[in-house]
DNA sequence: GCACCTAATGATACCGGTGTCATTTTCATT
DNA sequence: AATGAAAATGACACCGGTATCATTAGGTGC
């Protein structure tokens, strides 16, 4: 090396403030030019910590995962974490024994749990006892901020229950989500809020349990727009139902948005081709990630630290004035 | 520990032949008993080679992703090693630094390559370089046997042809897809061939070339519709574009199947949820993730080796025979 | 029963860093 | 200039495994 010892060198890795000046540039002049960079295995071995964070999910929505994994791996550029992934199955006991084997023996820096992973509370309470960092991605605080990503869910359903009752629309029907995820729960909490800032509110006659899939979203509309006196707006909690209310509108014959307004939730990459473009919620995904990881890892901060993230309405085709002129 | 020394135990979890079966049992049954599993990173580092494999893509479908990931979990399960995602941009130069330095430092055990960052010769001659295992997942055989996993999209393409021709259909146009892919060639071969093999042939003026994105099969589409001896039916060769195409349909008022039959490629989750369900070749693609993965590491082989996979039709509600009834 | 060869095991260094604590340097104070 | 405290640096053990090579155990031939 040049001029200093090997635990110099590793103090001006690590930043250590017992190092002068100048001893730490000209450390960190050689490892410039030598392109040095420290080996995470050492490293991780001497920390008894890895240089890795997971991503624990367990979602049926590709574009959400990809997304997060894009999102956190902008948090961690340059800072040398590398993202693990770890698909579970939430419904099976298994998979704690799967998540404490993980944690337990690659000593992970911290996991990521995305919606619906981070409302598994026993899972959470492993990771307490394992004391393994985490970051939970949810519609609504369930833990301390620096803990948390909130995506604010309610405020996107309002937008959209805004946005229907400023086209003239009364009769309102909600496709709502399994019982067992929070975001069902605070999409549907901020559909009311957002109606009765309209001086409207939900007829519980309008409104069907559907459980975020295609298929539930079909029998959820079929039943609605069986209905004597029909809605003349949908609004699905999640762009999967949101599709089968396309399919039963097509199979009752009814055209979307003249005699049918839909609106879903998550502008998937399906909301922009159906036919008609679907009205849908964005949630910034990619964003959301990030500020996870941002949260979970001492980030080289390059660029703006997020503090927030608002799900943003996305107003394609599928909504119409009514009554349609 | 129990009677042996530390080495011995190294012996037995690592399955060298120098052990007496008798000392090799009596370690496994202490290892059962304790749950003792080697810490990873201290095996990395004296191996000067981490268990981890590297997922490099850059596919703007989320499905393969996520597909893949699944699969190469699949054949991962028990055998110590993590799944490490690193998207990168095939467009970009810079790409080859990042997995220079990726490679360099955590000194992966492998790295697994879908298409289209499969095909990037400059990526692949960078890992030879640096000795770096890897295994192709492409449309065709790129590389040794043991490096590839190939989909066989020419055959999936064949079937979609063979499918619309014993449908009746003669007019068929093709919505290709970008020429720096070989997928975009072998589907296009193999769709020729599958017509061949019903005496047909394409009509170059049938032909239009997208880019795989929705816009450009909506565009391509758009074209092929206004021609004045206008096509009963059209293969996008995947279905962001026959989604497109779907588009365009409806926008000339032509109605899927009765005056167009549509075939796409990939089954993408939209094929299902499309109106009417289109018809779509599916890639076993979580199959071909797993068969990488098996390839790559050596595998506990719990569950069957793979050694093909092969594409299928799927065949919805998007063809209908012509002339139509 | 002894020499001898092979199979099985163990002692020790080492992988590439970090923690601890002793040592040296620096600099203000007297 | 001597003194002492604080700041900076280095020596060495250690993280938890594996490689190398020496050593011991076991079996064979005569």
Same mark, same amino acid.
């Given at each position: 090396?040049?001029?200093?010892?090997?635990?110099?060198?590793?103090?001006?890795?690590?930043?250590?403030?017992?190092?002068?000046?100048?001893?730490?540039?000209?450390?960190?002049?050689?490892?410039?030019?030598?392109?040095?960079?420290?080996?995470?295995?050492?490293?991780?071995? &001497?920390?008894? *910590?890895?240089?890795?964070?997971?991503?624990?999910?367990?979602?049926?929505?590709?574009?959400?995962?990809?997304?997060?994994?894009?999102?956190?791996?902008?948090?961690?550029?340059?800072?040398?974490?590398?993202?693990?992934?770890?698909?579970?199955?939430?419904?099976?006991?298994?998979?704690?024994?799967?998540?404490?084997?993980?944690?337990?023996?690659?000593?992970?820096?911290?996991?990521?749990?995305? /919606?619906?992973?981070?409302?598994?509370? &026993?899972?959470?309470?492993?990771?307490?006892?394992?004391?393994?960092?985490?970051?939970?991605?949810?519609?609504?605080?369930?833990?301390?901020?620096?803990?948390?990503?909130?995506?604010?869910?309610?405020?996107?359903?309002?937008?959209?229950?805004?946005?229907?009752?400023?086209?003239?629309?009364?009769?309102?029907?909600?496709?709502?989500?399994?019982?067992?995820?929070? /975001?069902?729960?605070?999409?549907?909490?901020?559909?009311?809020?957002?109606?009765?800032?309209?001086?409207?509110?939900?007829?519980?006659?309008?409104?069907?349990?559907?459980?975020?899939?295609?298929?539930?979203?079909?029998?959820? &509309?079929?039943?609605?727009?069986?209905?004597?006196? *029909?809605?003349?707006?949908?609004?699905?909690?999640?762009?999967?139902?949101?599709?089968?209310?396309?399919?039963?509108?097509?199979?009752?014959?009814?055209?979307?948005? &003249?005699?049918?307004?839909?609106?879903?939730?998550?502008?998937?990459?399906?909301?922009? *081709?159906?036919?008609?473009?679907?009205?849908?919620?964005?949630?910034?995904?990619?964003?959301?990630?990030?500020?996870?990881?941002?949260?979970?890892?001492?980030?080289?901060?390059?660029?703006?630290?997020?503090?927030?993230?608002?799900?943003?309405?996305?107003?394609?085709?599928?909504?119409?004035?009514?009554?349609?002129?």
């Amino acid at each position: 090396m040049a001029g200093v010892s090997k635990k110099t060198v590793s103090r001006v890795i690590n930043d250590s403030p017992l190092v002068r000046g100048e001893t730490r540039e000209a450390v960190k002049a050689i490892i410039r030019e030598t392109g040095f960079a420290p080996d995470p295995q050492a490293r991780g071995l &001497a920390f008894r *910590r890895a240089f890795l964070v997971g991503l624990i999910y367990d979602n049926p929505n590709p574009q959400h995962t990809v997304s997060h994994q894009q999102g956190l791996l902008d948090a961690f550029q340059g800072s040398g974490f590398e993202l693990v992934v770890r698909p579970v199955d939430r419904t099976s006991p298994r998979r704690l024994d799967d998540i404490r084997s993980f944690v337990e023996r690659q000593k992970p820096f911290g996991v990521v749990l995305p /919606s619906p992973v981070s409302e598994d509370e &026993a899972l959470v309470a492993l990771l307490k006892e394992l004391d393994c960092r985490y970051v939970r991605i949810a519609s609504v605080p369930l833990d301390e901020p620096d803990r948390m990503v909130v995506s604010h869910d309610g405020e996107g359903a309002a937008q959209a229950a805004r946005h229907l009752a400023d086209l003239g629309h009364r009769r309102i029907a909600l496709i709502s989500g399994p019982p067992n995820f929070r /975001s069902s729960h605070e999409r549907r909490k901020g559909f009311e809020a957002g109606l009765a800032e309209r001086g409207l509110s939900l007829d519980p006659a309008l409104v069907r349990q559907g459980g975020y899939t295609y298929e539930t979203g079909v029998e959820a &509309a079929r039943e609605l727009l069986a209905l004597k006196d *029909r809605p003349t707006a949908v609004f699905a909690l999640n762009d999967e139902m949101a599709a089968g209310a396309y399919t039963s509108a097509h199979a009752a014959g009814l055209n979307v948005p &003249a005699e049918l307004s839909v609106v879903g939730f998550d502008d998937a990459p399906i909301a922009a *081709r159906l036919w008609p473009p679907m009205t849908s919620v964005r949630l910034p995904l990619r964003d959301m990630g990030r500020l996870a990881g941002e949260l979970l890892v001492p980030t080289v901060q390059r660029q703006p630290v997020l503090h927030d993230v608002q799900p943003e309405l996305i107003v394609r085709a599928s909504t119409a004035a009514f009554p349609t002129s």
